[in-house]
């Protein structure tokens, strides 16, 4: 039984990772063929369409980008070889494109350490996790505490109607609402709580000067992710604390908690995961707002930047990263509910 | 309640009308100037009225929402009758669908639609811009709804009142028409408002960070990016517009909610 679960489990793998596969050379291909399908010389697009730009100038930005080359060979050197059209900007030959404003492989300018020590996907994680997990804590635990047997049904109808309301608030205004909020309480001080950023320009790298940056826009995707989630807790919780086994060993005297905790959770955590899977490409895509609003320094803004830039490769290869995070999110939350469904165990 | 809806519809109407106006024309003299009987919401920072910039970025932001919500509509529709009626004779054509919506799915709509729109966007025009918006959100929302609708196509197409009608010599559009399609209905109204609300968070998100309208055009993301400047000196610059994205959102989800209760 065990052995057939795993097998299941591989088979199921590998036909994602020939999806993400094809995905990887999808997304590619389009960033090829956005740029070939400007009107003009594509170049004088890379150049933010200066002037006065000579013509030697505009032949290396279309030998740097592989413009001189049919798209397919493009394409090909992209996957396959990766050295020959990318290396004229500063002589690198690392996979996956030059970044042209960054002069250096854009796989390094997402990874690699930046001057504040930590690398731009570090800075997303420090963002997008804790308050995520926070959130999924406090939904489970506020979800399955209000539709416990004995409480009042008015609560949770209080929190779905709240929580409807919340979820119409678009993200974009929530953010810049609670920039504007705590901006006018703080009369424009940026001592004690700052608004934007991501490390203090005095050069303090402390936990505590982490923390205090990290603060503002934790609370506003707290607030964006709490109603979400906590909707989904209700409405399941509410069918999971009526189901045959539970009322059993709350007939056989165990506490509401101890139900709860061994029962109940378990079992709408679960069922949260399918939701949640659907909803993960959606929160990676929003972080573009969030970051841009506070100034923050991670994956979602640096693909803003580049394409502002016109850094093409830079901001193919960061799409490619960000479908990537969802993709293995969205595998791991459909295996941990294969798992911890009552149905889904056995097989 | 009744009245309620009608007027959340009627209201809907208004807002959409407002793409028939012309932009406002600037008065650099009324910049920033404060609410009046000329001006009943003020002006912004360039002297445009901000009530005639409200009233037509609304219509652009939700012109752009329902229109990108219908085209997500018919592709996911056609897609999941497709899938769901082949899912027991042709297994791969339902194979395909499912796995291009598994593989549609995971990719981040805001990064990709950054990457497409700052690159074909450029010198656009207003039609070219609201065009390529809707168009985009429209591709880029079908997953969901082809999911929906295949699965009610595998669930109706096995109840009993269509396998007696199949018995009875009934074609596949004629089950379709007459035993799917109005079951089904309700509850595809009630997703594609859940679509324009989604869509017009979207669209501000996008235009909010410079890839969606230009600044002339002023929809609701636009407007909120300009008061941004200014926005600890005239916050009502920036609640016109975020106040308004909410009622919107409201309303539409209401009509939703409308629909979803007569499933």
Not at chain 1, 162 to 176: A, E, F
Not at chain 2, 29 to 38: G, L, P, T, V, Y
Not at chain 2, 228 to 252: K, T
Request: net charge neutral; aromatic share 8%; hydrophobic share 55%.
């Amino acid at each position: 039984m065990r052995r057939s679960w795993f097998i299941h489990l591989l088979s199921v793998l590998a036909r994602r990772s020939l999806q993400l596969l094809a995905l990887w050379m999808l997304l590619s291909a389009l960033g090829i063929a956005v740029v070939r399908s400007l009107p003009g010389d594509p170049a004088e697009h890379f150049l933010l369409l200066q002037n006065d730009v000579a013509a030697e100038d505009l032949q290396a930005v279309r030998a740097a980008h592989g413009l001189d080359q049919p798209p397919l060979r493009q394409w090909l050197h992209f996957w396959f070889v990766a050295k020959v059209p990318w290396h004229v900007a500063v002589g690198h030959t690392d996979a996956w494109g030059m970044s042209r404003t960054h002069q250096q492989p854009a796989w390094a300018v997402m990874f690699d350490a930046s001057d504040d020590g930590w690398s731009r996907w570090r800075w997303s994680l420090w963002l997008h996790l804790p308050p995520f997990l926070f959130a999924l804590c406090v939904a489970l635990c506020v979800g399955v505490w209000c539709t416990r047997p004995s409480a009042t049904t008015k609560l949770p109808h209080a929190l779905m109607t709240m929580t409807t309301l919340m979820l119409t608030i678009p993200s974009v205004v929530l953010t810049l609402g609670c920039v504007a909020l705590v901006g006018a309480w703080r009369d424009g001080d940026v001592h004690g709580w700052p608004l934007l950023g991501a490390r203090s320009t005095q050069g303090d790298t402390g936990v505590f000067d982490l923390l205090q940056h990290a603060l503002l826009p934790w609370s506003v995707l707290m607030v964006g992710y709490v109603p979400a989630l906590l909707r989904l807790v209700l409405v399941r919780a509410n069918q999971v604390w009526m189901q045959p086994h539970v009322e059993a060993a709350r007939a056989y005297g165990s506490s509401w908690w101890r139900c709860a905790w061994h029962d109940v959770a378990p079992l709408v955590f679960g069922s949260l995961c399918g939701p949640l899977a659907a909803w993960v490409p959606a929160v990676v895509g929003g972080a573009v707002v969030v970051e841009s609003v506070f100034a923050w320094p991670g994956l979602a803004r640096l693909q803003l930047e580049s394409v502002q830039q016109r850094d093409v490769w830079l901001s193919v290869l960061i799409l490619m990263v960000l479908t990537t995070v969802a993709w293995m999110a969205t595998t791991v939350l459909d295996v941990m509910r294969a798992w911890l469904s009552p149905h889904g165990a056995s097989r | 309640m009744k009245r309620i809806h009608v007027l959340f519809v009627a209201a809907i109407a208004l807002v959409l009308g407002g793409v028939l106006r012309d932009a406002p024309v600037p008065h650099v003299e009324d910049a920033h100037c404060a609410m009046q009987a000329a001006h009943l919401l003020g002006c912004d920072d360039i002297g445009r009225d901000l009530l005639q910039l409200l009233w037509r970025g609304t219509a652009l932001s939700m012109w752009c929402a329902v229109g990108a919500a219908f085209i997500s509509m018919a592709l996911g529709v056609g897609g999941g009758v497709l899938a769901g009626h082949s899912a027991q004779r042709r297994r791969w054509v339902d194979a395909v669908c499912m796995r291009a919506a598994d593989a549609a799915s995971v990719v981040p709509v805001l990064p990709l639609f950054l990457l497409a729109a700052a690159f074909v966007l450029r010198g656009a025009n207003t039609t070219t811009r609201m065009l390529f918006v809707t168009i985009g959100l429209g591709v880029l929302g079908w997953p969901s709804i082809l999911r929906l609708v295949r699965g009610l196509t595998l669930e109706l197409t096995a109840a009993p009142p269509v396998l007696a009608a199949r018995g009875f010599g009934a074609n596949t559009t004629h089950i379709l028409r007459v035993h799917v399609w109005p079951v089904a209905m309700p509850m595809l109204l009630a997703h594609l408002c859940a679509d324009v609300v989604s869509n017009v968070a979207a669209e501000s998100a996008l235009s909010f960070l410079g890839v969606g309208f230009a600044a002339q055009d002023a929809s609701l993301g636009r407007l909120l990016s300009s008061s941004m400047s200014s926005i600890h000196d005239h916050p009502w610059q920036f609640m016109a517009p975020a106040l308004m994205l909410v009622v919107c959102a409201l309303g539409v989800q209401r009509v939703g909610m409308m629909f979803d209760a007569g499933t």
